[in-house]
Each structure stands twice: as C-alpha cells, then as structure tokens.
Nanobody
Framework: QVQLVESGGGLVQAGGSLRLSCAASGSIFSINAMGWYRQASGKQRELVAT???????NYADSVKGRFTISRDNAKNAVYLQMNSLKPEDTAVYYC????????????????WGQGTQVTVSS
C-alpha cells in the first residue's frame, strides 16, 4: 500500500525558515509530478509548488522567491525549503504525488499525505 509521510512542520517566528520533507513508500513504479499544497483555517486548499519528474517547477505567486521545491526521484521524496516566512504562510501543508503508478496493481492515482502544520508567529 502506498503512503506519503510528511515531516518538518512546526512553529517559527516571522522571517524564519522551515524545511518540509515528504517520502512516498510502498510498491511504487513511478511518480509524475509531486507538489505541496496548503490549507489555512477557513480557506480552500491551494497550490504552493509543484515539480515534475524532470525537475520543472511551478510556484504560487505568493511564495515565489521565498520557497524552493526539490525532489529526489530515487527516494520518491519531495522537499520544500521555506525562507522568509510570513504569518500568512500559516496553514496545514499537504504533500501530493500525482500520477503515482502502483506496481502491485498497475493502477495510477493521485496520493496525499496526512498534512503537517506550519505556524508562523508575528
């Protein structure tokens, strides 16, 4: 069974940094795009950043220049380095593995992690 496990969230002061990690485990054949999304209290989930298997990246305008997404295909892992954090970055951050092919069934689905809380104090 495929699982995505995130780590690295926490409480940080404005201007600080955090690094989120997400590792996919299980009978994985391949993963297309991986990414990070976030959901603040009372708001809809929104895209933060995505990265393709080949390394092409896409960022929300609100995080450009502050966040960096990276990926280790060999480890089926994705990372999010968050610098110059602002209180408005406070949210639950979710890892996404898009187009993940499970070798046990040869089915392809999108998978989500359980989420990790990031809180930025002013």
């Amino acid at each position: 069974q495929v699982q995505l496990v995130e780590s690295g969230g926490g409480l940080v002061q404005a201007g600080g940094s955090l690094r989120l990690s997400c590792a996919a485990s299980g009978s994985i054949f391949s993963i297309n795009a991986m990414g990070w999304y976030r959901q603040a209290s009372g708001k809809q989930r929104e895209l933060v950043a995505t990265i393709t298997r080949g390394g092409s990246t896409n960022y929300a305008d609100s995080v450009k220049g502050r966040f960096t997404i990276s990926r280790d295909n060999a480890k089926n892992a994705v990372y999010l380095q968050m610098n110059s954090l602002k209180p408005e970055d406070t949210a639950v951050y979710y890892c996404n593995a898009g187009g993940l092919t499970d070798r046990s069934s040869w089915s392809t689905y999108d998978y989500w992690g359980q989420g990790t809380q990031v809180t930025v104090s002013s």
